[in-house]
T-cell receptor
Framework: DSGVTQTPKHLITATGQRVTLRCSPRSGDLSVYWYQQSLDQGLQFLIQYYNGEERAKGNILERFSAQQFPDLHSELNLSSLELGDSALYFC??????????FGSGTRLTVV | AQSVSQHNHHVILSEAASLELGCNYSYGGTVNLFWYVQYPGQHLQLLLKYFSGDPLVKGIKGFEAEFIKSKFSFNLRKPSVQWSDTAEYFCAVNSPNSGYALNFGKGTSLLVTP
């Protein structure tokens, strides 16, 4: 157990639907990062939140959004899902710029 | 553009063979360098990291990496691999300019045969 909790572990949904992925960071970590891992694109940085505020944005589609709540957990919302959104979505947390801890990921399958 | 390149996509080695996985990055300014490992079905785990100081970094499980600034490289090495080292290996870089978000290479799949 890495200390970063992601739910659900697996998600199967239909095209056009919307899903929410949840991440609870390691205790004390203020930063949350979201990554998408797919076979063709590899590990892509999506977005970072620090203490509730968006800090950095990567290759995140407009159909995707995220937020970090006062208790520091974060949610990644994926809408108008397409087949190509099928991937493993990882969350990582850090207290400082070098202490990243990754969760086990949510495997999203869009059918 | 900032990028991280891993040269070997698939590597197959016999147990006890030596390992070297290449990683080059294209970044300006200060960088921090990382190697992560992902065992089948598991999350990414940090093997080692470099921020400053001695360019030869030792990590967990007998891995080490050498930062060569002039070559923009951070190659991962292990003198003698074991079957349990079979995994995906990712090189990653971050910098203050990117909010310290990790930029990953495409990964190298290592298969160690008995």
């Amino acid at each position: 157990d890495s200390g970063v909790t992601q739910t659900p572990k697996h998600l199967i949904t239909a095209t056009g639907q919307r899903v929410t992925l949840r991440c609870s960071p390691r205790s004390g970590d203020l930063s949350v990062y979201w990554y998408q891992q797919s076979l063709d694109q590899g590990l892509q940085f999506l977005i970072q939140y620090y203490n509730g505020e968006e800090r950095a944005k990567g290759n995140i589609l407009e159909r995707f959004s995220a937020q970090q709540f006062p208790d520091l957990h974060s949610e990644l919302n994926l809408s108008s899902l397409e087949l190509g959104d099928s991937a493993l979505y990882f969350c990582a947390s850090s207290g400082e710029y070098y202490g990243y801890t990754f969760g086990s990921g949510t495997r999203l399958t869009v059918v | 553009a900032q990028s991280v390149s891993q040269h070997n996509h698939h590597v197959i080695l016999s147990e006890a063979a030596s390992l070297e996985l290449g990683c080059n990055y294209s970044y300006g300014g200060t960088v921090n360098l990382f190697w992560y490992v992902q065992y089948p079905g598991q999350h990414l785990q940090l093997l080692l990291k470099y921020f400053s100081g001695d360019p030869l970094v030792k990590g967990i499980k007998g891995f080490e990496a050498e930062f060569i600034k002039s070559k923009f490289s951070f190659n991962l090495r292990k003198p003698s691999v074991q079957w349990s080292d079979t995994a995906e290996y990712f090189c990653a870089v971050n910098s203050p300019n990117s909010g310290y978000a990790l930029n990953f290479g495409k990964g190298t799949s290592l298969l160690v045969t008995p």
